[in-house]
C-alpha cells in the first residue's frame, strides 16, 4: 500500500486547474482574488500533505526520532493554517458577493484577513501537535489540530448561513455554492471522525474543480463582463441619443427664428450691401443647421435608429431637383457643371430616394467645396438585371484631390485632410462618414479615386427596384400656385417667436392667418366653428400637446380639416410617427420655404 497515493493525484489534479485558470486570459475582477487565494493555498496544501504523506510512508516501519517529529509536526501545522486561511476566503467570498459594504471595504478587508492569518499562524504553532503511529499509519492529535477543525467549521457554518439568508439576492451562477459547502461540511464532519481516510486534500481539490467549473470560470465571467459593458454602452448610447434630440429641438427653435426673420427682411430691404449682410446671416444658420443635422444623422446610424423607408420615386424628378439644388450652390464659383443620364433609366424607381438624394448631395456639395476652377462631372449610369436598376452615379471634379494616404481614412469620422489649405472651407468631417454608412445601410458600394492637385472621382452604386408604369401628367408640368389668399390657416404654437416666424413666412404666401398660443384656444377655436382650411400644429406645448390636441380635434363631429405637425424635434423617424399619430404632414423647423410651399400646394389646392 503506498500511503501518498491520494495526496499525489490530488496535487497533480489542483496543479492543472492552477495552470489552466492561471494561463488563461481573463477579466481582473476582485471577486476572483478569493477564488485565486482558494486556489492557491489548496495547492500548498496538497503539496504539504504529500510531503507529509510521504515522509509518514518512508518512517512507517520505523520508531519515531525526535527529527521526524519535528518536522512531521510542523509541516501538518503549516497545512493547518493554509486549510484556515481557505475556509476564511470562502467566507470572505460570500460575504463579498452578499453584502455592498463588505465589497466597498475591498482592500480593508484583505488587510484584516491578512491580520487573522498572522494569528491563527502563530497560535496552530504555539499548540501541541503530537504525532504518534497506529497499526503502522502515521498521524497527528492535539489542540493545534483541534483549533484548525473548529476554525474551519466556524466559517464554514457562518459562509452556509449567510449564503442561505442571501439566498434571493444571487445571480443563478452562485446557486452552486449551497451545494460546494454541504459538500465540504460533510466530507469535513467525516475526516474529523475517520482521521485515518486522509481525504481533505480530496475536499480541497474538489472545492477548486467544482468553483471553476460553476462561479469562477474566467469564460463565464469575460461573457458576464461583456454583457454588462454592452448594457453599460447602450444606456450610454440611448442617453446620447435623447441629449442630441433634445439639443436638436433647443438649437432649431432659435435657428428657426433667425432664418424666418432674415429671409422676411432680405425681401423687404432695398440697400444691396444689407441685403447682402443678410444673406450671409441666412447661409450661416443654414450651414449650422447642415452641422446639427449631420450630428444627428450619425448618431442615429450608430445607435442604428436610421431607417431605410422605399418609396416609389419619379428618376427624373429627384435628380433634376439635386441639379438644381447643386446649381445654387456653386454660387459664384466658375465651374463648369456637367450632367449626364443614361437614357435607358426606367422613368420610375422604387427606394428611398430622400437618403439617395443626401448620399449625391452630399458628393456634389464636396466637388463644389474642393474645387476651385475646372469642372464637376455628374453622371448617372444603369444597368439592369430582371426587375433590379443598378443606378451607377459618379462625380468627377478637378479639385484639389486627396492624398494617396488619406484615401483610406475618408470615410473615417470627424476626418479632414489638407486642414491648412481648406481652412477657410467649412466642414466637420461627418459628411462622408454619413455617405458610407447611408449607402451601406441601402446595401450599395462607394469608391473613392484621387489624383492629389488634380481632381476626385467618387462613385456610388446602388439597387433600385424598377417600377413599370406610365409617366404621370401631373409630375410633367411641375405648376406653382404662389397665391393662396383664398385660404385660411391656423398656426399653433407655444412659442410666441416662432408664432411671428410662422406668420412671416405664410405671408408671404398671400394666405389669411391666424394664431392661437395652445392647444385649448385651438380647440375653442374649432369648436366655435371657425373656419380654417389648414392647421400648422406645434407638438411641444406645455399641458396638451400636439398630439393630444389633435386626438381631441379628431374627436368633434365633422372635424375634416388638415393638420400638419409642426416641430423643431427632427429625429430620426419622426416623420413617420408624426404620420401614424394622425397628422397629415409634417414639416421641421426651421421651416423650408419650399417643404412649406409644397404642404400649402398638397393641402390647399387639391
Ligand atoms: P467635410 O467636407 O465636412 O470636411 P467630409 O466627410 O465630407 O467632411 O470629407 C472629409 C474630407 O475629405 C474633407 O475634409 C476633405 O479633406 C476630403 N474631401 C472630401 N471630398 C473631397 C473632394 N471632392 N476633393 C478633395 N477632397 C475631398
Not at 110 to 121: D, K, Q, R, S
Not at 269 to 291: F, G, H, P, R, T
Not at 432 to 448: P, W, Y
Not at 458 to 468: E, M
Request: net charge neutral.
Amino acid at each position: 500500500m503506498i500511503e501518498f497515493e491520494i495526496p499525489f493525484v490530488c496535487l497533480i489534479f489542483t496543479s492543472l486547474i492552477f495552470l489552466v485558470f492561471f494561463l488563461k486570459k481573463k477579466v481582473e475582477l476582485e471577486e476572483n482574488f478569493y477564488y485565486k487565494n482558494i486556489l492557491i493555498f489548496t495547492l500548498l496544501v496538497n503539496t504539504t500533505n504529500f510531503i507529509s504523506h510521504y515522509l509518514a510512508s518512508i518512517y512507517a516501519k520505523k520508531n519515531i526520532s525526535d527529527t521526524f517529529a519535528f518536522v512531521f509536526s510542523n509541516i501538518n501545522k503549516l497545512g493547518s493554517l493554509f486549510i484556515v486561511i481557505i475556509t476564511i476566503n470562502i467566507l470572505s467570498y460570500i460575504l463579498y458577493i452578499s453584502y455592498e459594504k463588505y465589497r466597498k471595504n475591498f482592500k480593508r478587508n484583505n488587510i484584516i484577513n491578512t491580520i487573522i492569518y498572522l494569528i491563527v499562524g502563530i497560535l496552530i504553532f504555539l499548540l501541541k501537535f503530537n504525532v504518534y503511529q497506529i497499526g503502522g499509519i502515521t498521524s497527528g492529535q492535539g489542540s493545534s489540530i483541534i483549533l484548525t477543525f473548529s476554525l474551519a467549521f466556524i466559517n464554514l457554518i457562518i459562509a452556509l448561513i449567510i449564503s442561505i439568508c442571501h439566498f434571493k439576492n444571487y445571480d443563478k451562477r452562485y446557486y452552486a455554492i449551497y451545494f460546494i459547502i454541504t459538500l465540504i461540511f460533510l466530507l469535513g464532519i467525516f475526516v474529523f471522525f475517520h482521521p485515518q481516510f486522509n481525504i481533505y486534500d480530496l475536499i480541497l481539490s474538489l472545492l477548486c474543480y467544482l468553483m471553476y467549473f460553476t462561479i469562477e470560470n474566467p469564460d463565464i465571467k469575460m461573457l458576464n463582463e461583456v454583457t454588462l459593458a454592452k448594457e453599460q454602452a447602450e444606456k450610454a448610447n440611448n442617453a446620447k441619443s435623447e441629449f442630441l434630440s433634445s439639443m436638436s429641438h433647443e438649437i432649431r427653435t432659435p435657428l428657426n427664428a433667425i432664418v424666418g426673420f432674415s429671409e422676411d427682411l432680405k425681401e423687404k430691404i432695398q440697400d444691396e450691401e444689407q441685403k447682402e449682410e443678410i444673406n450671409d446671416i441666412v447661409m450661416a444658420s443654414e450651414s449650422l443647421l447642415e452641422i446639427v443635422n449631420g450630428i444627428l444623422d450619425i448618431s442615429k446610424i450608430e445607435a442604428n435608429k436610421l431607417e431605410i423607408v422605399n418609396t416609389e420615386y419619379s428618376f427624373k424628378k429627384v435628380f433634376d431637383e439635386l441639379v438644381i439644388l447643386t446649381k445654387a450652390r456653386l454660387g459664384e464659383k466658375p465651374l463648369d457643371f456637367r450632367v449626364n443620364y443614361d437614357e435607358s433609366i426606367p422613368k420610375y424607381l422604387y427606394g428611398d430616394y430622400a437618403r439617395l438624394k443626401q448620399i449625391i448631395l452630399n458628393l456634389l456639395t464636396n466637388a463644389i467645396k474642393y474645387t476651385n476652377d475646372g469642372y464637376i462631372d455628374f453622371t448617372v449610369n444603369s444597368v439592369k438585371k430582371d426587375n433590379i436598376c443598378r443606378l451607377i452615379i459618379s462625380v468627377e471634379d478637378s479639385g484639389i484631390g486627396i492624398k494617396k494616404e488619406n484615401i483610406d481614412k475618408l470615410f473615417s469620422k470627424f476626418e479632414r485632410f489638407d486642414k491648412e489649405r481648406n481652412i477657410t472651407i467649412e466642414g466637420t468631417g461627418l459628411g462622408l462618414a454619413i455617405t458610407k454608412k447611408l449607402v451601406e445601410l441601402m446595401n450599395g458600394k462607394i469608391v473613392a479615386q484621387s489624383v492629389y492637385g488634380k481632381g476626385s472621382k467618387f462613385t456610388v452604386a446602388i439597387d433600385q427596384v424598377i417600377v413599370n408604369k406610365e409617366e404621370k401628367e401631373e409630375e410633367i408640368k411641375h405648376v406653382t400656385h404662389n397665391d393662396f389668399s383664398k385660404y385660411k390657416v391656423l398656426v399653433v404654437d407655444d412659442n410666441l417667436i416662432n408664432l411671428k416666424v410662422a406668420t412671416k413666412l405664410l405671408e408671404s404666401f398671400k394666405l389669411k392667418i391666424d394664431t392661437c398660443e395652445s392647444g385649448f384656444s385651438c380647440l375653442d377655436k374649432i369648436k366655435n366653428e371657425e373656419k380654417y382650411d389648414l392647421i400648422l400644429m406645434d407638438d411641444m406645448m406645455p399641458k396638451l400637446s400636439g398630439v393630444e390636441t389633435l386626438k381631441k380635434l379628431q374627436e368633434i363631429k365633422g372635424f375634416n380639416i388638415p393638420v400638419i405637425a409642426l416641430t423643431a424635434n427632427a429625429i430620426s423617424g419622426m416623420k413617420e410617427k408624426y404620420l401614424s399619430d394622425g397628422f397629415n404632414d409634417y414639416l421641421a423647423k426651421p421651416i423650408d420655404k419650399i417643404e412649406l410651399q409644397r404642404v400649402l400646394e398638397e393641402f390647399l389646392t387639391k
